[in-house]
């Protein structure tokens, strides 16, 4: 399956490990990347967090169905989650 003709095109998401820490994260992406008013007198739209939105928006023009842009999401703020327990920092989103 790893040779140079493997079209990874039929591969789903792995069901391995927690489900329940699966569905929290898939929460937490759809929650992060949903748009918010900014107040509620305006109908200016800003994202919640905007470098995931960012990295969201960029996996969707590439053309990736929905699921797959949250799940590479998911991937992006576990690896977050990991460097910010690693290097004992807070999290500073980009506003």
């Known amino acids: 399956f790893e040779s140079g003709t493997f079209k990874g095109t039929k591969n789903h998401i792995t069901k391995r490990g927690s489900s329940r820490l699966r569905h929290a994260l898939f929460t937490a992406v759809r929650c992060a990347i949903r748009d918010a008013r900014k ?8 994202p919640r967090n905007k470098r995931l939105r960012e990295f969201y928006d960029r996996k969707h023009e590439e ?14 703020l576990l ?4 460097a910010l327990l690693k290097n004992k920092t807070t999290f500073h989103d980009v506003a």
């Open 39 to 46: 107040t509620r007198t305006t109908k200016e739209l800003i």
């Open 63 to 76: 053309g990736k169905p929905y699921r797959v842009s949250i799940i590479a999401c998911a991937n992006k």
């Open 79 to 82: 690896h977050w989650i990991y």
